[in-house]
């Protein structure tokens, strides 16, 4: 069996999380890419809607953006092309030219809102089940993203709010990664964040800074659009903040635990 072929159903919200730290050499190549944005993937097999994004000083929530930290936000068709994005010249591109890298295979789990007036399905069963042969079954961490655009004349209230949630975001326990994204400076933002469990997401989502932000943009009409998505990690590889998140991507990994779970399917027919 072709190891990108383990799962070629079409399934709905399949994503890929593509996080950069361009090394100074390499910033006007990041930076053309940027400007390219995602007409330079529209060839891209199973690709149904891709986001390339910059980011705030060092990776974070803010009006400081940083010459170096991009982002890529893509859904797909199914889980194979999704996998051949992952393995194919553009991420390889991408992650050679980079200083540090972080890429992750997500289900989605519940998504509420939308993005460019198209909301996010949930992930098929087929798909999660297929995260478990990539992480040995082990319990993998939850990632969240948002997403809002902010009506321009409450785009200054806004940010008032963003400098202390975006500390208690960096500080919070639990919480593995994170990277401010922005769309367009000041009024298309996004935040994609990795939790070690639910309890820690929550603890963060409805305490302190989030929470007085989240109750002022609601009260306030802040957003003409908004889409909030819980996820699944059904793989991911790279290092982070000088943390190492393992490669459950990898080709050879790849390889070895689809191997591995064909031989356990093929003794529990005999």
């Not at 330079?40 to 149904?48: R, Y």
């Not at 790279?238 to 990994?253: A, P």
Request: aromatic share 8%.
């Amino acid at each position: 069996m072709n190891t990108l072929e383990f799962v070629n159903t079409d399934v709905s919200g399949v994503v890929v999380i593509v996080l950069v730290d361009y090394v100074r050499q390499h910033r006007s190549w990041g930076w053309m890419r940027l400007v390219a944005g995602p007409a330079a993937l529209k060839q891209v097999p199973g690709l149904l809607f891709a986001k390339v994004m910059g980011s705030g000083h060092a990776g974070g929530f803010s009006l400081r953006p940083s010459p170096s930290h991009q982002g890529l936000v893509c859904r797909f068709k199914n889980t194979d092309s999704a996998l051949k994005f992952l393995h194919g010249p553009h991420i390889s591109a991408m992650r050679e030219k980079a200083r540090e890298s972080w890429c992750g295979l997500l289900a989605v789990t519940s998504a509420r809102g939308s993005w460019d007036q198209a909301k996010w399905p949930l992930t098929d069963e087929v798909s999660r089940k297929y995260g478990a042969v990539l992480s040995g079954n082990k319990v993998q961490p939850l990632a969240v993203l948002t997403r809002a655009s902010i009506v321009p004349s409450k785009a200054m209230s806004f940010w008032r709010h963003a400098p202390a949630a975006q500390a208690d975001l960096q500080h919070s326990k639990g919480c593995l990664l994170s990277m401010g994204l922005g769309e367009i400076p000041l009024v298309r933002q996004c935040t994609f964040s990795l939790w070690q469990d639910q309890q820690a997401m929550r603890d963060y989502a409805f305490q302190g800074a989030h929470q007085t932000a989240v109750t002022a943009a609601y009260k306030n009409d802040f957003f003409s659009e908004s889409l909030f998505v819980h996820m699944q990690v059904l793989g991911m590889s790279g290092l982070w903040m000088g943390q190492d998140f393992g490669d459950d991507l990898s080709m050879n990994t790849l390889q070895t635990k689809l191997a591995a779970n064909a031989s356990e399917q093929e003794a529990a027919h005999v």
